[in-house]
């Protein structure tokens, strides 16, 4: 299998920065794509910020275009989001993804999975 952890979060004024960081552990045989979610009560997960793993290639949401940039360690199977000049509306708890294949070169399967969630306060 294949664990997700989060780690950051937090408080912060309107205007300030937070960083998320996810590793990816387990028996991985290759990452395809990881991506940062949120979510708030009552609402869809939307997608805040993507990128393709191997390639490099970034995706964001019109509402964070700017202000947020995902990054990569490709060794170590971890991503970061570099959260800027944060506002109110960006308060939600902010899940990980990985699309991985897991397993062997000679056994492996696809699966997806997701962080524990971390919350993210941005206050007025």
């Known amino acids: 299998q294949v664990q997700l952890a989060e780690h950051g979060g937090g408080v912060v004024q309107a205007g300030g920065s937070l960083t998320l960081s996810c590793a990816a552990s387990?028996?991985?045989?290759?990452?395809?794509?990881m991506a940062w979610y949120r979510q708030n009560p009552g609402k869809e997960r939307e997608l805040v910020a993507r990128?393709?793993?191997?390639?490099?290639?970034?995706n964001y949401a019109d509402s964070v275009q700017g202000r947020f940039t995902i990054s990569r360690d490709y060794a170590s199977h971890a991503v970061t989001l570099q959260m800027n000049s944060l506002k109110p509306e960006d308060t939600a708890v902010y899940y990980c993804y990985a699309d991985t294949l897991y397993g062997s070169v000679r056994d492996y399967r696809r699966l997806e999975v997701w962080g524990q969630g971390s919350l993210v306060t941005v206050s007025e």
């Open positions: 990128m393709d793993f191997g390639g490099g290639s970034t």
């Open positions: 387990g028996m991985i045989y290759r990452i395809s794509m």
